[in-house]
């Protein structure tokens, strides 16, 4: 695409040339010799004239419009008016549309300073409420310790004599309630260090199957109670150099909310791990649940997220368990997904980088 310059020079070099040659026709044609010769002097004085009001027009017009041209991208790349290319022009139109073009960036710069200036506020207002959010929370596991130390001291009979049924149930009752409102706290302070990005990972290298051997072994009573069976699906020896306490808190939680929406007797639960690169694992949880739909798929990992917020829903929680796994997983630099097929399946995906065991074995050293 030429520019207006370059096409103007193209233009007014194509209209000296024919006209200097159309002075040596005349001049080779003409039988007098100084008709002939005036001929081509006034072709030449044209040719020159018309290259000289080229340089001109270009100096007046093309130029200023060029400037003009360059300070409209920059200020759509940077947002801010260039002072470098400064356009002087006498002629009106341009001078019009530069006044206007400098009047626009002028208010888009103060637009814009004053929207960094506001998301700056919003930023430092929820920063703060974070914090806040996170003492209060860190406030309320306080008490707890000694509520549920007593609770636990009245439980034992040989250390405040026998209780009557009522108050068994009732000292029980307030244990529950205790170890729920104990959980509840350590989510919050949990997803607080996530969103403050205060969250400490302790990372070390990993012997995957003995990790998810565990994570079968912790369930294994519990599903066995419930009749659910639980199955295992990795092999080889696979090693990553990651957090086991934070991978075993993700497990957990799907685990358990696996365990929630599988029906007694008959539901059936798989762990497993796929190996698919040099780079990262891949690990999932399924299970042969109610499923999810897709509408509540898209919103599943948001914090305080319910599927069933009905009154009468059977399952408790806070609501903040995935939030805080896809929390976790993203702050080992993974990422985490679910498909799900409505009164089918569920699988919850979530994969993590694995490094070489030369480096894992050099950060151990460190």
């Known amino acids: 695409m030429l520019s207006i310059k370059y096409t103007l020079f193209l233009v007014s070099g194509s209209s000296s040339f024919i006209i200097f040659y159309m002075g040596i026709i005349n001049y080779i044609k003409t039988v007098e010799q100084s008709t002939g010769v005036i001929l081509l002097i006034f072709s030449i004085l044209v040719a020159i004239g018309t290259l000289l009001a080229t340089v001109y027009i270009s100096k007046s017009i093309t130029i200023p419009i060029e400037k003009l041209a360059y300070n409209m991208t920059e200020f759509s790349k940077r947002n801010k008016m260039s002072k470098k290319n400064i356009v002087k022009t006498n002629v009106k139109e341009i001078f ?137 699906n990795f092999n080889g020896n696979i090693h990553i150099f990651s957090d086991k306490d934070r991978i075993n808190q993700v497990f957990s ?33 399924q299970d042969n649940g109610s499923g999810i739909s897709n509408n509540h798929q898209k919103d599943i990992f948001k914090k305080f997220y319910q599927i069933d917020t009905s009154s009468s829903r059977k399952r408790s929680g806070s609501g903040l368990g995935l939030a805080i796994c896809k929390g976790i997983i993203e702050g080992l630099g993974g990422k985490m997904w679910v498909k799900s097929e409505k009164d089918i399946q569920t699988t919850f995906y979530f994969e993590i980088p694995k490094k070489p065991t030369t480096l894992s074995i050099k950060n151990i050293s460190k």
């Open 253 to 285: 939680n799907l685990i358990k909310n696996a365990m929630d929406f599988v029906s007694t007797n008959n539901g059936i639960i798989e762990i497993g791990v796929n190996d698919r690169d040099n780079k990262k694992l891949e690990f999932f949880v």
């Open 96 to 232: 019009e549309l530069n006044k206007n073009f400098k009047s626009m960036g002028d208010k888009v710069e103060k637009t814009i300073e004053v929207q960094v200036e506001y998301v700056k506020k919003l930023k430092e207002i929820d920063k703060r409420k974070v914090e806040f959010s996170s003492m209060v929370s860190h406030e309320l596991k306080t008490p707890l310790v000694p509520i549920l130390g007593y609770v636990q001291m009245l439980q034992k009979e040989e250390l405040f004599g026998k209780l009557n049924e009522k108050q068994r149930e009732a000292v029980d009752e307030i244990y529950l309630s205790t170890i729920k409102l104990q959980r509840l706290v350590g989510d919050i302070l949990t997803t607080q260090k996530l969103d403050l990005g205060k969250l400490v990972f302790d990372k070390d290298d990993l012997n995957v199957i003995d990790l998810l051997h565990g994570v079968i072994k912790e369930f294994t009573p519990i599903a066995n109670e419930r009749k659910i069976k639980l199955i295992t």
